[in-house]
Nanobody
Framework: QVQFVESGGGLVQPGGSLRLSCATS????????MAWYRQAPGKQRERVAM???????DYAESVKGRFTISRDNAKNMVYLRMNSLESEDTAVYYC?????????WGQGTQVTVSS
């Protein structure tokens, strides 16, 4: 079964940066649209960024200009570069297909933005 394993989260001060990584075992990874999602305490999970199989990207308005999604098909990896982090970015971050498949959520990686 396909797995997604997220890493790279941590505690960062407002204005700081982090780079999240997502490893997947999907054999045909390069053909899929992928996305990063996040879920803050008490809130619904939301899509943060999406990348097509061809490399086109789309972002939630709240992160546009600050976050960058990328992929390395040779390594079966998806990345999320996050700059100018704000306290509102605090959440557990997940990667999944886009649209997501409910059975494929991984453990996620915690991002905490706090001084």
């Amino acid at each position: 079964q396909v797995q997604f394993v997220e890493s790279g989260g941590g505690l960062v001060q407002p204005g700081g940066s982090l780079r999240l990584s997502c490893a997947t075992s999907a054999s045909t990874f390069s053909t899929y649209f992928m996305a990063w999602y996040r879920q803050a305490p008490g809130k619904q999970r939301e899509r943060v960024a999406m990348i097509t199989s061809g490399g086109s990207t789309d972002y939630a308005e709240s992160v546009k200009g600050r976050f960058t999604i990328s992929r390395d098909n040779a390594k079966n990896m998806v990345y999320l570069r996050m700059n100018s982090l704000e306290s509102e970015d605090t959440a557990v971050y997940y990667c999944n297909y886009y649209p997501y498949l409910a059975n494929y959520w991984g453990q996620g990686t915690q991002v905490t933005v706090s001084s």
